[in-house]
């Protein structure tokens, strides 16, 4: 019977990294306000770097003022002490947010701060902090632009995911709609999953992405509305794109919508809104 229980070892006796593994199960609520107070072992484990290379702030977007999320957001990633490999905290407020997780990022992998008001001077800046990066989040970040895409493609060279969606009004605003488009085509030739939606770009514009990145699988431009492509043209010139979303083919049947036609039905519920038409 003595010999059976020392095959059992009690939980506050394993390694710190062991314990990180096992709390990083838990959710961040239990991790920052439980697990401190079971024992010392634990507490000591979830100071440590083990539990924090996996951060996900994303719940706490809408439940906090944003000081505070920067406060978290400091916090988790101190406590990595350099071997975070993914965050996702969306809705970042300034620059020097997003200038802090580059100065910590030197094992970073995954990285998404989307709805963030970041500029693309930051990015421009500390796009070479970030070549470790295998897979980035810029969606619905309206103050980046091209000249940022660009500097991410020339640092991040292991780069084979990358999300830059867009709200239809913020695209609409843009000067220069088709530059980040070109930017990517460019400077990211690893890429296999991209998503670019509501971006008001052209059917060349996404051939020439798709001829800059010869190892794509997954494009998704939905709400690209002037982009018109041929799927056994597809099929023949581009056989490792697998997934195409949001594109109505020309031999799909049913009328092409536009730009200027899908401008004239947002403008046409408007009026029927106004007459009262919608309650």
């Known amino acids: 019977m003595e010999e059976e229980q020392s ?3 009690h939980w506050d006796k394993l390694p710190p990294d062991v314990l990180g593994l096992i709390f990083t199960n838990l959710s961040l609520q239990e991790l920052l306000t439980v697990i401190p107070c079971v024992c010392k072992s634990w507490s000591n484990a979830i100071t440590g770097p083990y539990c924090w290379q996996d951060i996900d702030l994303d719940e706490w977007t809408c439940r906090c003022q944003p000081h505070h999320l920067d406060r978290m957001l400091r916090l988790l990633v101190t406590r990595s002490s350099g071997s975070l490999l993914s965050l996702h905290v969306a809705g970042l407020q300034n620059d020097s947010s997003f200038s802090f997780i580059t100065e910590n990022a030197g094992s970073l992998q995954v990285l998404r701060v989307p709805l963030s008001g970041i500029s693309g001077s930051v990015v421009e800046e500390t796009a070479q902090r970030l070549s470790t990066i295998t897979s980035l989040d ?11 895409i660009e500097a991410i493609g ?16 913020d695209s609409a605003d843009k000067i220069e709609p088709e530059d980040e488009a070109n930017a990517i085509a460019a400077t990211m030739p690893r890429l296999m999953h991209l998503e670019l939606r509501f971006h008001f770009i052209s059917t060349e514009c996404v051939l020439n992405i798709l001829s800059g990145c010869p190892h794509l699988e997954h494009l998704d431009i939905e709400g690209c509305l002037e982009v018109e492509l041929d799927h056994l043209f597809l099929k023949d010139k581009f056989p490792k794109l697998k997934n195409l979303l949001g594109l109505r083919l020309r031999n799909d049947g049913g009328p092409y919508v536009g730009y200027h036609e899908f401008i ?3 403008s046409y519920l408007g009026m029927w809104a106004e007459c009262g038409f919608n309650e």
């Open 138 to 148: 810029l969606s619905y970040c309206p103050k980046i632009g091209a000249k940022a």
């Open 7 to 9: 095959e059992f070892r």
């Open 154 to 169: 020339k640092h991040c060279k292991f780069l084979v995911t990358f999300c830059r969606n867009m709200h239809f009004l």
């Open 264 to 266: 004239d039905w947002i």
